[in-house]
């Protein structure tokens, strides 16, 4: 079992920044990839970003690409995720998830098998 605490939400005003960490707990060490979905009201959870166990892969959503960094501390099992820019469009409730599977398949809800309680990120115009 892997538990996942998420911390950082804010909120801010466009072109602020934020940064976003989730730190895995429990098994933490089976949590080979990382990653954050949002949803905001009446939309669908969506791919933000993951990262791997190295922090050598990292895949992002088109919508967030240079503005957006994710990040990981193997030593604390803590992923980061740095927010540039914001923008009001990106205001929803954000999640860290984790996959056990080393395969690299990130973009997918059912890709991952643990996910936090989530953190509202609101950024008004």
């Known amino acids: 079992q892997v538990h996942l605490a998420e911390s950082g939400g804010g909120l801010v005003q466009a072109g602020d920044s934020l940064r976003l960490s989730c730190t895995a707990s429990?098994?933490?060490?089976?949590?080979?990839?990382m990653g954050w979905f949002r949803q905001s009201p009446g939309k669908e959870r969506e791919h933000v970003a993951a990262?791997?166990?190295?922090?050598?892969?990292?895949s992002y959503a088109d919508s967030v690409k240079g503005r957006f960094t994710i990040s990981r501390d193997s030593a604390s099992a803590t992923i980061h995720l740095e927010m540039n820019n914001l923008k009001p469009e990106d205001t929803a409730v954000y999640y860290c998830?984790?996959?056990?599977?080393?395969?690299?398949?990130?973009?997918?809800?059912?890709?991952?098998?643990?996910w936090g309680q989530g953190t509202q990120v609101t950024v008004s115009s």
């Open positions: 990262v791997s166990w190295s922090g050598y892969l990292q």
């Open positions: 998830a984790a996959r056990t599977d080393p395969a690299w398949r990130t973009e997918s809800i059912q890709d991952y098998d643990y």
């Open positions: 429990g098994h933490a060490n089976s949590a080979n990839i």
